[in-house]
């Protein structure tokens, strides 16, 4: 008796592109932080910037900043734009403030963390939703 193989029995399991997509996009958005963050600071050393705009100004770096990761990074994707971009906030608050804690010498865990967390996931939500619907739309 001959046993015939099914080509369809054993399926290899891949890593899942949405998590590529996912931390691509974090360091992505990582990478533009540390550029803005730098050009910022350059500013404030060299005119008289008031510092009452230094925190206003450090919040649209990083909408900025989750913006153009979760745009990036979801270049190829047309599908889970929430869930993606919710990640790529995310994971990239919690990179950005293990970064920035390293370079200011000082880890501060409070309730500011928490709402740059929540700040984080729902940007990039928002801007996953929109890139991918932007990107179903023109396909």
């Known amino acids: 008796m001959k046993v015939k193989a099914n080509k369809n029995a ?6 899942s592109p949405i998590m590529k997509y996912v931390f691509k996009g ?25 510092d009452s705009i230094i925190l206003p100004v450090n919040q649209v770096i990083k ?15 047309k599908e889970l734009g929430l869930v993606s971009g919710l990640l790529i906030g995310f994971i990239y608050t919690i990179l950005a403030f293990l970064i ?11 309730v500011t963390l928490l ?12 801007c996953g939703i929109i890139c991918v619907n ?5 396909n």
């Open 10 to 15: 054993v399926k290899t399991r891949t890593t």
């Open 26 to 50: 974090s360091l992505i958005a990582l990478c533009i932080s540390l550029i803005l963050v730098l050009v910022f600071a350059f500013l404030l050393k060299f005119t008289n910037i008031s």
């Open 63 to 77: 909408g900025v900043s989750i913006f153009l990761g979760v745009f990036i990074g979801l270049k190829n994707s």
């Open 100 to 110: 920035f804690s390293i370079l200011s010498a000082s880890f501060s865990l409070d």
């Open 115 to 126: 709402t740059d967390i929540v700040f984080g996931a729902v940007i990039g939500a928002i």
């Open 134 to 138: 932007i990107k179903k739309s023109t």
